[in-house]
């Protein structure tokens, strides 16, 4: 079975400062790759989403992620992260062509110091 | 537009009672998932409906059921409620019933079992 870990639990970072979130992956086939944000009170988001081609994905609020197959790792990042990023981000891993069964890690809580 | 509906929003039950769970997806959506997030975890998949049909089961016991109406919303029903249990329900509606695209999330049912 698929799994997808997601090594910290917690982040607290300053604001304007970079962030790097790391993800990896269990599954050795043709995967399907997200990321999704849950900010304080509010409902699971998609941030962004890896298919095919590029594999730096460019999503909303200028965060960007890499999929480096080698390395079976989906890893987010954000060159300056702000106050309103505080929010808890979610990996997320289906298998391409299956039906719609997203395997989530854990979850990273970011929080971010004004 | 309306996103993905679920009702109720917090319900409290004791164990061994059973647990009726409603989600509306977005007009058009045709594709419904149900997740559990236990506290500190990410979601885990437990069922997927498309076209009115099981596409996908998790990992759950037999206690867990859901259906989809021909309107395309969907109960999740869970008999012999266990402490366990207890934990956010989150309905996601989908254009699709296959991989590609983007799951849209409600706010979920928050179920405590005393």
Known sequence: ?114 | DAGVTQSPTHLIKTRGQQVTLRCSPISGHKSVSWYQQVLGQGPQFIFQYYEKEERGRGNFPDRFSARQFPNYSSELNVNALLLGDSALYLCASSLSGWSTGELFFGEGSRLTVL
Not at chain 1, 44 to 59: A, I
Not at chain 1, 81 to 86: I, P
Request: glycine fraction near 8%.
């Open chain 1, 1 to 114: 079975a698929q799994s997808v870990s997601q090594h910290n639990h917690h982040v607290i970072l300053s604001e304007a400062a970079s962030l790097e979130l790391g993800c990896n992956y269990s599954y050795g086939g043709t995967v399907n790759l997200f990321w999704y944000v849950q900010y304080p009170g509010q409902h699971l988001q998609l941030l962004l989403k890896y298919f095919s081609g590029d594999p730096l994905v460019k999503g909303i609020k200028g965060f960007e992620a890499e999929f480096i197959k080698s390395k079976f790792s989906f890893n987010l990042r954000k060159p300056s992260v702000q106050w309103s990023d505080t929010a808890e981000y979610f990996c997320a891993v289906i298998r391409s062509g299956s039906a719609r069964q997203l395997t989530f890690g854990s979850g990273t809580q970011l929080t971010v110091l004004p």
